[in-house]
C-alpha cells in the first residue's frame, strides 16, 4: 500500500512537471520544471531496485546537464517566444482532438497488453541485494559491455570537440 | 560477491574501429603542431589512414560470420562491405574537402577529426550485432554530422541548417529508442540474434501478435526513416544538405545511408523476420511514397544543390526498395533473397561514386563567395569547359539509370530483383519514377549544352586543385566501370549475403 | 509491487507530452528540453522493464541514454551559442533563410 502510495504521488509529480515543462512560457521555468520531473523519475527508479541509475540520473542528468541548460538560458538573451500563427481555423481544436484520441488509443492498448512473463532473467531482486545494483552494473560495464562502454567513450569525446568547434570565439 | 569473468575478445576482429580511434586522437594531436595556412597536411594525415584503414578492413573480407566482445561485434561480409565503402567514401571526400575548406575559410583540424569520429560511428553501427551497439554507433555517427552541417559558423544558412537537423535529428533517435526499449521489454533482451530467438521461441507468435509490440516496430522503422529522410520524414533534408558544407553533403548524403541501410537490414532480416509482413507493408509504403516525393519535388528546384538533395531522397527510395524486395514467402515461410539483398549493395556502391561525382562538380566552381549553386549559372558550360561538361554528363547519366554508366545497372538489377520476387507495382512506381528523375537531370544537360550564356552573366573558373581533379577523374572512372563492366562489383555485391541471414 | 503496466504506462504519457513539445512549441530551447524528456520516457521503461525481467540490460541501456542525452545536449546547446552569437534568435521559426 505504502509503495504504491509512493508510486502514484511520484508519478504526479513527474507528469506535472513534465506537462509544465512543454507549457511554462518561458524557458528558465521550463527547465526547472524539467528538473522536478526528473527527481521524480529518480524516485521512480529507486523504488524499482536501480540505485545506480537513481544517482545518476540525480549527479548527471537533473545536476550537471540541466546546470548546462540553465547556463545557455542565462547567457543567450531570449526573447519573448512568438504565438506559432495557425494556419486553418479550429486547428487548434483539432488537435486537441486528435492529440486525445491517439493518446486514449494508446492508453488503452497499454494498459490491456499482456507482458511477457515466463522466462526471467540471471538477476531476480534478491540476488540483486545480496550483491549489490552498482557492483553488478560495473561488473557488467567491464566485461560483457566493454564494447559499447569504450564507443560511449569516444561518444563523450565527440560531444566534448564538437562542442568546443562549435562554440569557441576563432581567433582570426 | 559477483564473479568477474573476462570474457574472450578477438581485439583483431575490430582492427578497423580501433585503428580509426589512434587515427582521430593522431589528427588532433598533430593539428596543434601545424600553423592555419597549412592544415591541409592534417587532411592529408587523415586521408593517408583512411586508406590504409580501408585495406585493413578489406582484408576481412570473406572469412565468414565472427561475433566477439560477447556477441555485441559481428564481422561478415555484410558489414565488411559496408566499412570498405564507408572507408573509400570518406577518403574521397576528404579529397574533396582539402580544397573547399581553404575557399570557404574552414580549414581546421577539427573538420577532419569530426569526420573520423562520424566514421567511427558508421563502422560501429555496420558490425553492431545488438541494438545497445547499433544506437550508439548511430549517435556517433549523428552528433559528429551536426556540427560537420553548422560547421560554417560564418555562415547563417550553415549554423541553421545545423539547428534544424539537430533538433529533427535527436526527436527521431528518442522515437527510434523508444522502438527499441519496447522491443526489449517484449523479447527480454537486446542482442539481434536473441530478439530472433526469443520470437521463434515459446509465446513468441503472441509476441509478435501484442499491438504494443507492433507500435514498439513502427517507432523503429520510423526512426529509421528518418535517419534515410524517408518521405514523409525527410523535411530536414533539404535544408540540411543545402546549409551543409558541400563535401560534406555528399559524405552525409552517401555514408550515412550505407550505415543506416546496413543496420536496419541487420535489425529488420535478422531479428524480426516473424514480424516481416508488418514491416515489409509499412517499407513498402515508404518507399512508393519517397520515390514519388522525392523525384517530384526534385523537379521544381532552380538551386542545384538542393536539387540534388530531393534527388537524393528519391535515391534512398530505390535503395530502400531493394530491402522490400529481398523479402518473399515461398511455401508459407518469410525468405530474404540473396538477389535483392545485393541489389542493395550494388545500388549504394553504385550511389557513392555517382553522387560524390555530382556534388564534386559543384566544388569545382566554387570560389571565394560564389557557389555556382543555380542552375541557370550552368549554362553553355558544356562549351566552354568540355571536360568538365562531360564529366558532369556522365554523373547526371548515372543518377537517371541510363547506360552505359554505374546507375543503369545498379537499377536494372533492382528492377530485376523486384521482377523476380513479384513486387510488380514496387517495380513499376520505380520505373515511372526513374523517366520522371531523366526530366531534371535532363534539364541539367540541356542547360549546359543547349543554352547559351548571358551576356551579364558571371563567368564560371573551375578549380585546378589536383585533389580535386584527382577525385573526379576517380569517380567518373568508377562510375563508367562500374556501368561497363560490372561483373566482379555484382559479385561483391553478391558476396555480402554470405554468413548474413 | 507495483504492476509492470503502470511503468509503461507512464512511460507512454511522458513521452506523448515530449513529443506534443516538440510539435507544439517554437523555441529551440524548450524543443530540446521536450526531448530530454522523451529520452527520460525511454528511460523509465528500460529500467522498468529491467525489474519485471529481472535482467540487467534494461539499466545499462538507461545508463547508455543519460550519457548520449549529455553529448546531445552539448552539442544541440552549442548549436544555439553558434547561432545566437551575432544576433538575438531561438525561435525556429526565425530561422527562416531555408524554408522550414
Redesign the interface.
Known amino acids: 500500500m505504502a509503495s504504491s502510495l509512493f508510486f502514484y504521488f511520484l508519478a504526479v509529480v513527474t507528469t506535472v512537471g513534465a506537462i509544465a515543462v512543454v507549457a511554462f512560457p518561458s524557458p528558465l521555468y521550463s527547465v526547472l520544471a524539467l528538473i522536478l520531473t526528473f527527481l521524480g523519475l529518480a524516485g521512480l527508479y529507486l523504488s524499482l531496485h536501480a540505485q545506480f541509475v537513481a544517482i545518476v540520473q540525480v549527479i548527471i542528468y537533473a545536476s550537471a546537464i540541466m546546470m548546462l541548460f540553465l547556463f545557455v538560458v542565462m547567457l543567450i538573451n531570449l526573447g519573448r517566444e512568438e504565438k506559432r500563427e495557425l494556419r486553418l481555423p479550429g486547428q487548434k481544436l483539432l488537435g486537441a482532438i486528435a492529440g486525445l484520441a491517439v493518446f486514449s488509443m494508446l492508453l488503452k492498448v497499454f494498459l490491456s497488453t499482456s507482458l511477457m512473463t515466463g522466462k526471467k532473467g540471471s538477476f531476480p531482486p534478491e540476488r540483486v541485494s545480496e550483491l549489490g545494483n552498482t557492483q553488478i552494473i560495473g561488473n557488467l560495464l567491464l566485461t560483457d559491455y566493454v564494447l559499447p562502454f569504450q564507443a560511449m567513450g569516444v561518444l563523450l569525446f565527440v560531444g566534448i570537440v564538437g562542442a568546443v568547434v562549435l562554440a569557441r570565439r576563432r581567433s582570426r | 560477491m559477483l564473479e568477474v569473468v573476462i570474457p574472450d575478445i578477438a581485439l583483431s576482429l575490430a582492427l578497423p574501429e580501433i585503428g580509426l580511434a589512434i587515427l582521430v586522437c593522431a589528427v588532433l594531436i598533430i593539428d596543434l603542431f601545424v600553423s592555419l595556412e597549412n592544415k591541409s597536411r592534417v587532411g592529408v594525415v587523415a586521408f593517408v589512414g583512411v586508406v590504409i584503414l580501408g585495406l585493413v578492413a578489406f582484408g576481412q573480407w570473406g572469412e565468414g560470420a565472427r561475433t566477439t566482445f560477447s556477441g555485441f561485434y559481428v564481422v561478415d561480409n555484410l558489414s565488411v562491405f559496408v566499412k570498405v565503402c564507408v572507408l573509400l567514401c570518406t577518403a574521397i571526400s576528404i579529397l574533396l574537402l582539402l580544397q573547399y575548406a581553404k575557399v570557404e575559410k574552414i580549414n581546421y583540424g577539427e573538420l577532419y577529426a569530426m569526420l573520423l569520429f562520424s566514421v567511427f560511428g558508421m563502422l560501429v553501427m555496420a558490425s553492431g550485432n545488438d541494438l545497445i551497439t547499433i544506437y550508439l554507433g548511430l549517435e556517433t555517427m549523428s552528433i559528429s554530422i551536426y556540427v560537420l552541417v553548422a560547421f560554417m559558423r560564418h555562415d547563417p544558412l550553415s549554423r541553421e541548417a545545423g539547428l534544424k537537423y539537430f533538433l529533427m535529428g535527436a526527436f527521431a533517435s528518442g522515437v527510434l529508442l523508444y522502438g527499441m526499449a519496447l522491443t526489449y521489454g517484449f523479447t527480454g533482451t537486446t542482442s539481434i540474434r536473441g530478439i530472433a530467438a526469443a520470437f521463434s521461441g515459446e509465446g513468441g507468435a503472441a509476441i509478435a501478435q501484442n499491438p504494443v509490440m507492433i507500435f514498439g516496430l513502427i517507432l523503429l522503422v520510423a526512426g529509421f526513416g528518418f535517419k534515410l529522410a524517408l518521405a514523409p520524414f525527410h523535411m530536414w533534408l533539404p535544408d540540411a544538405y543545402t546549409g551543409a558544407p558541400t563535401p560534406i553533403t555528399g559524405f552525409m548524403s552517401v555514408a550515412v545511408k550505407f550505415a543506416t541501410v546496413a543496420a536496419l537490414m541487420r535489425i529488420l532480416f535478422v531479428a524480426f523476420p516473424a514480424m516481416a509482413d508488418r514491416w515489409n507493408a509499412l517499407l513498402w509504403a515508404l518507399t512508393a511514397f519517397t520515390l514519388v516525393w522525392g523525384n517530384v519535388a526534385a523537379i521544381a528546384q532552380t538551386s542545384l544543390k538542393r536539387m540534388l538533395a530531393y534527388s537524393s531522397i528519391g535515391h534512398a527510395g530505390y535503395v530502400l526498395m531493394g530491402v522490400v524486395v529481398s523479402m518473399t514467402v515461398i511455401d508459407g515461410k518469410v525468405t530474404f533473397t540473396d538477389i535483392g539483398i545485393s541489389a542493395v549493395a550494388f545500388y549504394l556502391l553504385a550511389y557513392l561514386f555517382t553522387n560524390l561525382g555530382a556534388f564534386g562538380m559543384l566544388i569545382l566552381v566554387c570560389r571565394d563567395g560564389y557557389r555556382g549553386d543555380n542552375i541557370e549559372d550552368w549554362k553553355g558550360i558544356g562549351q566552354a569547359h568540355p571536360w568538365a561538361g562531360m564529366a558532369f554528363v556522365v554523373f547526371l547519366l548515372s543518377l537517371g539509370g541510363i547506360p552505359p554508366t554505374a546507375g543503369f545497372v545498379g537499377k536494372l538489377y533492382l528492377f530485376a530483383a523486384a521482377v523476380q520476387t513479384e513486387y510488380y507495382w514496387l517495380a513499376a512506381i520505380g520505373l515511372v519514377m526513374s523517366a520522371v528523375s531523366m526530366y531534371y537531370y535532363g534539364r541539367m544537360i540541356m542547360v549546359m549544352y543547349m543554352e547559351n550564356r548571358g551576356e551579364s552573366q558571371e563567368v564560371m573558373s573551375f578549380s585546378s586543385a589536383p585533389s580535386l581533379f584527382f577525385a573526379l577523374v576517380v569517380l567518373v572512372v568508377a562510375t563508367l566501370l562500374l556501368g561497363i563492366f560490372p561483373g566482379s562489383f555484382l559479385d561483391a555485391a553478391k558476396g555480402t549475403v554470405a554468413g548474413f541471414i | 509491487?507495483?504492476p509492470?503496466?503502470?511503468?509503461?504506462?507512464?512511460?507512454?504519457?511522458?513521452?506523448?507530452?515530449?513529443?506534443?513539445?516538440?510539435l507544439?512549441?517554437?523555441?529551440?530551447?524548450?524543443?530540446?528540453?521536450?526531448?530530454?524528456?522523451?529520452?527520460?520516457?525511454?528511460?523509465?521503461?528500460?529500467?522498468?522493464?529491467?525489474?519485471?525481467?529481472?535482467?540487467?540490460?534494461?539499466?545499462?541501456?538507461?545508463?547508455?541514454?543519460?550519457?548520449?542525452?549529455?553529448?546531445?545536449?552539448?552539442?544541440?546547446?552549442?548549436?544555439?551559442?553558434?547561432?545566437?552569437?551575432d544576433r538575438?534568435?531561438?525561435?525556429?521559426?526565425e530561422?527562416n533563410?531555408?524554408?522550414?
Open positions: 509491487m507495483i509492470m503496466t503502470h511503468f509503461l504506462v507512464l512511460g507512454a504519457i511522458l513521452f506523448l507530452i515530449g513529443a506534443a513539445g516538440v507544439m512549441r517554437r523555441n529551440a530551447i524548450i524543443i530540446l528540453l521536450s526531448i530530454e524528456l522523451m529520452l527520460n520516457a525511454v528511460n523509465v521503461t528500460f529500467v522498468g522493464f529491467s525489474r519485471h525481467l529481472a535482467d540487467m540490460t534494461g539499466q545499462v541501456f538507461g545508463i547508455f541514454v543519460i550519457t548520449v542525452a549529455a553529448c546531445e545536449a552539448a552539442v544541440g546547446l552549442a548549436i544555439l551559442i553558434a547561432l545566437n552569437r538575438t534568435m531561438v525561435n525556429v521559426d530561422v533563410l531555408l524554408k522550414w
